[in-house]
């Protein structure tokens, strides 16, 4: 059974960091692209970061320079390094993964082509 589990949410301060982490079970993401989405209450999900197969990162304007994406495959993990939060940043985060075949260096932020998702880990920023 394939499967995602977000860990590292919580409450922190504006301007604070925290690390999401996100376990694979039953497959190793050697072949997977990753991706970190979020969702506030009353808003549409929107794509954070993805990192390829190949190592490759991509990440929404929104969070460019302050977000990190990183995975370990030998650990079958997928980190994100989240700095400067702000209020904005609120929101429940989930890791997503979708097989690439080959080892590719591009990713996509849509969620449509993800087809292996976590229950998610909410981030609260506020003072």
């Known amino acids: 059974q394939l499967q995602l589990v977000e860990s590292g949410g919580g409450l922190v301060q504006p301007g604070g960091s925290l690390r999401l982490s996100c376990a694979a079970s039953?497959?190793?993401?050697?072949?997977?692209?990753i991706g970190w989405f979020r969702q506030a209450p009353g808003k549409e999900r929107e794509g954070v970061s993805c990192?390829?197969?190949?190592?490759?990162?991509n990440y929404a304007d929104s969070v460019k320079g302050r977000f990190t994406i990183s995975r370990d495959n030998a650990k079958n993990m997928v980190y994100l390094q989240m700095n400067s939060l702000k209020p904005e940043d609120t929101a429940v985060y989930y890791c997503?993964?979708?097989?690439?075949?080959?080892?590719?260096?591009?990713?996509?932020?849509?969620?449509?082509?993800?087809?292996?998702w976590g229950q998610g880990t909410q981030v609260t920023v506020s003072s």
């Open positions: 997503a993964a979708y097989y690439t075949l080959y080892v590719v260096h591009s990713c996509g932020r849509q969620g449509r082509e993800y087809d292996v």
């Open positions: 039953g497959f190793t993401l050697d072949y997977y692209a």
């Open positions: 990192i390829a197969s190949g190592g490759n990162t």
